[in-house]
Each structure stands twice: as C-alpha cells, then as structure tokens.
C-alpha cells in the first residue's frame, strides 16, 4: 500500500510536467520548434543510453535505496525549475539539462520499482499489485494534464512544476516508512559472474532470433519514433497555429489517456472475438487509421479533430501492446525475461529522442502542421511490421512453453 500510495503521488505530479515543462519553453522562454524538439530528446534520451544497462545494475543493488534516491534526486531537480523562475534566471539551457537528468534517474526508478514488488508481494499476489500500479498510472496520464492545465492557468507552468517536485518528495517519504527487508543477494563466486555485456547480449540475441518478437519491437520502435514527433509538436501547434489557451491544451492531451484505458478495457473481450494475434495488426493497420485526423484540427470546434485522432491511436496501441506484452511474456524462458524486455525497451525507447529531434528539425524546415502529416502517416504505417508478420497467419498468438534460442544462455 505505501509503494503504491507514493507511485501513485509520483505518477500524478510526472503527468503534471509532461505537459508543464514544454510550456515553459513555449510560453515562457519563446522557444523555437527546433529548440521544443531538442527538448523532447532530452527528457527521453536516457532510454536509449541506459536503457539496457539499468536492468542489471538494478539488479545488483537494493532497489529501495536506489528508489528513495532517485525520488529525491528528482525532487531536487524538477524543484529547480520553478525556483530558477522566481529569481528570473530560468533559461533553455537549465530546461535541457533538468530533462536529461530526470530522465536518467526516471528509468532507474521505474526499473527498480518494477523488481522491487516481488518482494512485497506473494507470488499469488501480484497481478492484484501490478493491476493496481497500472490503473494508477492511468489514472495519472488522464487527471495529470488536467490538473496541469489548471495549475498552468492559475500559477503559470513554471509553478505548475512544484507540484511534481514535491510528489517526489512524497513518494521517498511513503518508501523509507517501508519495513520489508530485501533477502540477501547471494555473493558470486570469483569469475563467475556474468558481465554487462553478457547479460545484454543474450537479451538481444532473443529478440533478434524471435521473427514476432522481432517485428514487434521493430513496429514499437517506429510507433515510437512518429508518436513522439506529435507529442513534441502538439502543444506548439495548438498554441502558436490555433491560438489555444495553455489549460485547453492540457485537456485535449488528456483525451490521448482516455483511449488507452479504453483499450485496457476492451483489449480482453476484442482477443476473444477476434483472435490475440489478429486484433494485433487490425489494430495497428485500421483502427489507427483516425489518427490522420490530427493534422486537420482547426479553430473552434475543429479542434477536436486532434483529440479524437489522439484518442484512437492511443486506443489501437494499447489493444495492440497488451496482446504484443503477453506473447513475450510467455515465450520468452523466466530466467531472460529482465534482459529480454530490458533489450526490447531500449530499442521500443531509444527511438524517442531521435524522433524528437527529427521533429524539431523538419517543423523548422517545413512548418509544424506538415510534419504533424509525416507524423501521422508514418505512425499509421507502422503497423505494417505487425501485418507483414508471422502473426497475420494466426488467429491467436501462441501461449505455449516457452523455447530456448539456440546460441542463447
């Protein structure tokens, strides 16, 4: 109760500065669409250069110390924003840098906190504890931009950030109350315990050898690439082309967190009726296919066009991610799950800065709404990694006993 008592504190005040921190570089600092992008990549380029490594790390530290630190760490970090207002020193420079740090010690903490339930929990108990850490998070990415957008209009979005600052002080709080010991990790014998490089080369191996895991993670990373172009570029286009209030900006990116719990909902009863392997890519390839409404948002009511758009993307990845989840869950042997999954979101990831940055670059050279078209176009075509996949021949994706691959630990 306490580790999700203060993760969901946590969740709710990050929601706040996803959508706070690139306004005040838009709002406050004037910053160009090129300057939003490198932005964007900074607060996501720790996915791709400590993706991989922190799945092993963590596992050679306690979690929870690892967690209370990262917590204050974050709470000092995020807290020098406003702060740096106030005295009217805040410049883009601070604003790239608190993205780059936070993210680092972001994706150790959610690494951790991922490990760290085990050993609260009964084995009988976690999909209880998992489920409730998920509907939390949810939760956070539907009612965080919205009490963003009201913080924004009445304190500013500089101000807005305290709120995320001081629910990292909260959540270190809620986690050194915790009383559970971690067992022991048993010492390794000299010469042999395996390196870094090791660990996650096997991860890679396994993905790489797996065609759906494969094409899976191929399909995420291009998702990714494209969705981050539109999170990047939205609030500039809203604000700067269609001339919207910051606190409406805030609900129209909130509506983007309705379609994924939509998706939880309805991903069950569509793998019944359509098959887990096939709702996979008819998602991806078809009901994606309204998110090419996004570039023709307008003024007035037009507006909505963006968050319906939004909304059925969210709403597709998500159907499709669960079923996509679930099958590396069951292939993959229990021993190389972490550095299989450690593997695939460093590459599901690590495109995030990349697009970030290359959404930077073409606004500035095409104009926002032409990108937002690359954008959307190119997001719907992702799903074709999916369709041209061995789960097109499926009607369900196979659940059976997992298989070692050959040349794999």
């Not at 790390?57 to 970090?77: E, H, P, Q, S, T």
Request: hydrophobic share 55%.
């Amino acid at each position: 109760m306490l580790l999700w008592g203060g993760q969901t504190v946590s969740e709710m005040g990050s929601q706040i500065s996803v959508l706070a921190l690139p306004l005040v570089a838009v709002v406050v600092l004037d910053a160009s669409a090129f300057q939003v992008g490198l932005l964007s990549a900074a607060q996501t380029c720790a996915y791709l250069l400590v993706a991989l490594p922190a799945g092993a790390i963590v596992d050679r530290v306690a979690k929870r110390r690892l967690m209370i630190g990262c917590d204050l760490a974050l709470c000092l970090v995020i807290g020098s924003v406003p702060l740096a207002y106030a005295f009217d020193a805040l410049t883009l420079a601070q604003l790239y840098t608190v993205a780059l740090v936070s993210s680092v010690f972001s994706v150790f903490f959610s690494v951790a906190y991922q490990s760290y339930l085990p050993v609260l929990l009964d084995r009988d108990q976690l999909m209880d504890g998992n489920g409730r850490l998920a509907a939390s998070q949810s939760v956070a990415q539907i009612a965080g931009p919205s009490v963003g957008a009201g913080l924004v209009t009445l304190i500013g979005a500089a101000g807005a950030m305290v709120a995320d600052a001081l629910s990292f002080a909260l959540s270190a709080g809620s986690l050194t109350t915790i009383r559970t010991r971690e067992p022991r990790r048993p010492r390794a014998e000299a010469g042999r315990r395996p390196t870094l490089r090791s660990q996650i080369g096997a991860g890679l191996a396994y993905v790489a050898h797996d065609p759906i895991l494969r094409n899976s993670v191929a399909f995420n990373g291009t998702a990714n690439f494209f969705v981050i172009i539109v999170e990047t570029l939205g609030p500039l286009f809203l604000i700067r082309t269609l001339q919207l209030r910051p606190g409406l900006v805030g609900l129209l990116l909130a509506l983007g967190a309705v379609g994924g719990v939509a998706g939880g909902v309805a991903a069950r009863f569509l793998a019944r009726k359509v098959g887990s392997a096939r709702i996979a890519w008819i998602a991806m390839t078809v009901l994606s296919l309204p998110g090419l409404l996004i570039p023709l948002a307008g003024h007035g009511w037009w507006v909505l066009l963006f968050g319906f758009g939004w909304i059925s993307w969210t709403f597709a990845s998500t159907v499709a991610g669960i079923s996509l989840t679930s099958y590396r869950q069951a292939a993959c042997p229990p021993d190389m799950l972490g550095r299989v999954s450690a593997a695939a979101r460093w590459i599901n990831w690590g495109t995030l800065p990349l697009g970030g940055l290359a959404g930077g670059a073409l606004a500035t050279t095409l104009g926002v709404r032409t990108t937002l078209w690359i954008a959307v176009v190119g997001g719907c075509c992702a799903g074709l990694w999916l369709f041209f996949s061995p789960l097109r021949g499926m009607r369900d994706i196979p659940l059976g006993t997992p298989q070692p691959v050959a040349g794999t630990p």
